[in-house]
């Protein structure tokens, strides 16, 4: 198993640009989440997803949208790309309760380090 | 103030010290606790979890919870170089959970 997978790893834009970052996981997981990471802010939620076809915001959704339109992928896109999303982006998946297994543990990607110039 | 508040380090130990990392929390509604360690350059990994209060050991790592204090500790015993990591605390407040609460995580180096 690939376990949680990040497409891409590194990333440069221009302010303004926009792109899409991509997380697939292999572990059938229901729900799946984005976040950011910075210096001294730890881990923060930008949106997240407890099944196919569903969104929710978190922390901090402002300047990103997500999509899931299968299980196994998770999409986070930022249309138009500001110096402050500067950040390396994880993504996480973990069971549901209904699954029987325990949701807190949740699986981590190997981040993406976005620099907005 | 935010809901749970760790010390962000760096914390510096010699190889064999005893390392105590705590975080602190503000709401009491939360019941279950876990541990993650990140490597650097590397996403976080559960490292430990425990249920409302008390203690649980694996292998050198002793995980520990205050409800009364809304205080929860990671102890590593005979600590190691390769134990030098982010340590981040996170909370919910249920198993089934559809998010939790991150600290901003404790860097620790062990040298030699």
């Known amino acids: 198993n690939a376990g949680v997978t990040q497409t891409p790893k590194f990333r440069v834009l221009k302010t303004g640009q926009s792109m899409t970052l991509l997380c697939a996981q292999d572990?059938?997981?229901?729900?799946m989440y984005w976040y950011r990471q910075d210096p001294g802010m730890g881990l923060r939620l930008i949106h997240y997803?407890?099944?196919?076809?569903?969104?929710a915001k978190g922390e901090v959704p402002d300047g990103y949208n997500v999509s899931r339109l299968k299980k196994q992928n998770f999409l986070l896109g930022l249309e138009s790309a500001a110096p402050s999303q500067t950040s390396v982006y994880f993504c996480?998946?973990?069971?549901?309760?209904?699954?029987?297994?325990?949701?807190?543990?949740?699986?981590f990607g190997p981040g993406t380090r976005l620099t907005v110039t | 103030q935010k809901e749970v508040e760790q010390d962000p380090g760096p914390l510096s130990v010699p190889e064999g010290a005893i390392v105590s990392l705590n975080c602190t929390y503000s709401?009491?509604?939360?019941?279950?606790f876990m541990w993650y360690r990140q490597y650097s350059r590397k996403g976080p990994e559960l490292l430990m979890y425990?249920?409302?209060?008390g203690n649980k050991e694996d292998g050198r790592f002793t995980a520990q919870v205050d409800k009364s204090s809304k205080y929860i500790s990671l102890f590593i015993r005979d600590s190691q170089p390769s134990d030098s990591a982010t340590y981040l605390c996170?909370?919910?407040?249920?198993?089934?959970?559809?998010?939790?609460?991150f600290g901003t995580g404790t860097r620790l180096q062990v040298f030699p």
């Open positions: 709401n009491s509604a939360f019941q279950y």
């Open positions: 996170a909370m919910s407040y249920n198993y089934n959970t559809d998010k939790l609460i």
């Open positions: 996480a998946s973990s069971y549901s309760a209904s699954s029987g297994r325990w949701s807190y543990e949740q699986y």
């Open positions: 572990m059938n997981h229901e729900y």
């Open positions: 997803s407890v099944g196919e076809g569903t969104t």
């Open positions: 425990t249920y409302s209060s």
